[in-house]
């Protein structure tokens, strides 16, 4: 219950989502523009986005799944879901995803 409610604190916290939010576009533009290097035209580059992006699908699937799991137990224990968890929560979510897609780029092409 302890964690139930740590977890809800951290999810409804504003200031947060001001933080995940001005994260997030930085994210996004670093991602488009490794997207749109001309080392990452050729069949290497491709093959490096895709893995990539394999890592990075899996991380969403299992934090997607994990969060609406605890949003369940959110509301069987009789906490109100509002709209500042759900934006919290997408936009932490996507900000993970975009750091994962992002590091798993820089770590492959330094091994591949």
Same mark, same amino acid.
């Given at each position: 219950? &302890?964690?139930?409610?740590?977890? %809800?604190? =951290?999810m409804?916290?504003? *200031?947060?989502?001001?933080?995940?939010? %001005?994260?997030? $576009? *930085?994210?996004? $533009?670093?991602? #488009?523009? #490794?997207?749109?290097?001309? /080392?990452?035209?050729?069949?290497? @580059?491709?093959?490096?986005? @895709?893995?990539? /992006?394999?890592?990075?699908?899996?991380?969403?699937?299992?934090?997607?799944?994990?969060? +609406?799991?605890?949003?369940? &137990? #959110?509301?069987?224990?009789?906490y !109100?879901? !509002? %709209?500042?968890?759900? +934006?919290?929560?997408? &936009?932490?979510? %996507?900000?993970?995803?975009?750091?994962? !897609?992002?590091t +798993?780029? #820089?770590?492959?092409?330094? =091994?591949?």
């Amino acid at each position: 219950m &302890q964690f139930l409610d740590t977890f %809800y604190k =951290i999810m409804t916290n504003v *200031p947060l989502l001001k933080v995940v939010v %001005y994260l997030g $576009i *930085p994210l996004t $533009i670093l991602l #488009l523009i #490794l997207f749109c290097l001309k /080392s990452h035209r050729d069949e290497r @580059g491709w093959k490096i986005i @895709g893995k990539a /992006s394999i890592v990075s699908f899996i991380v969403l699937i299992i934090l997607s799944n994990t969060v +609406a799991k605890l949003g369940m &137990q #959110l509301v069987n224990s009789g906490y !109100e879901i !509002e %709209y500042m968890f759900w +934006a919290n929560t997408v &936009q932490l979510i %996507y900000d993970i995803v975009l750091l994962v !897609e992002i590091t +798993a780029i #820089l770590i492959l092409r330094k =091994i591949e």
